[in-house]
């Protein structure tokens, strides 16, 4: 079992949907939790983070950590074409920066 | 003012061959790190220097050395290249390791190896 567990998709929605993109890990010891966004061809890029259990909103950005479950989700409201990217979770523990990064997942919004 | 550059871009090579990447950051951080992204995405992350000290290798072939000349600079050096080395390789850096904030990681724009 890998440590993070990533749905890759692709996953296509309609401008102005919801998307919801998750993750799974088994390491408890996370403690650090952050999605990145990377475009075709580009380097990935911090969306957000969030430290510990609960959640953050950053406009049309939320993003929810359950540790009981040790799942993570990033949700995103009325979606634009120029969120269609690649979105990768990741994830650390306290005591280390040895970032995990889950295998990614291709989204497309179509106009 | 591009905040973490790599060179070169792209780069194609024969198998059994020798080659480096370059990295600097100018942003004043402390820790550099290399990732190695695969066909299907998956970024996993390769060597991590932290003020000129290897800090994490994980199982990564001895083909594989990086350099830090200095704090703004990781090179990445591979011998004797493999089919299976072909992919895009990920400079990053982060200010420190300490938590609220610090260990965004900024990456470059990547190095795409292909191996023939």
């Known amino acids: 079992q890998k440590e993070v567990e990533q749905d890759p998709g692709p996953l296509s929605v309609p401008e102005g949907a919801i998307v919801s993109l998750n993750c799974t890990y088994s390491?408890?010891?996370?403690?650090?939790f952050m999605w990145y966004r990377q475009y075709s061809r580009k380097g990935p890029e911090l969306l957000m983070y969030t430290y510990s259990s609960g959640n953050k909103e950053d406009g049309r950005f939320t993003a929810q950590v359950d540790k009981s479950s040790k799942y993570i989700s990033l949700f995103i409201r009325d979606s634009q074409p120029s969120d269609s990217a690649t979105y990768l979770c990741?994830?650390?523990?306290?005591?280390?920066?040895?970032?995990?990064f889950g295998a990614g997942t291709r989204l497309t919004v179509k106009p | 003012d591009t905040a973490v550059s790599q060179t070169p871009k792209y780069l194609v090579t024969q198998m059994g061959n020798d080659k480096s990447i370059k990295c600097e950051q100018n942003?004043?951080?402390?820790?550099m790190y290399w990732y190695k992204q695969d066909s299907k995405k998956f970024l996993k992350i390769m060597f991590s220097y932290n003020n000129k000290e290897l800090i994490i290798n994980e199982t990564v072939p001895n083909r594989f050395s990086p350099k830090s000349p200095d704090k703004a600079h990781l090179n990445l050096h591979i011998n004797s290249l493999e089919l299976g080395d072909s992919a895009v390789y990920f400079c990053?850096?982060?200010?420190?390791?300490?938590?609220?904030?610090?260990?965004?990681?900024?990456f470059g724009p990547g190095t795409r190896l292909t191996v023939l």
């Open positions: 990741a994830m650390s523990a306290l005591d280390n920066n040895d970032m995990r």
């Open positions: 942003l004043g951080h402390d820790t």
């Open positions: 390491n408890s010891a996370f403690q650090y």
């Open positions: 990053a850096s982060s200010q420190d390791l300490s938590l609220a904030g610090g260990r965004e990681q900024f």
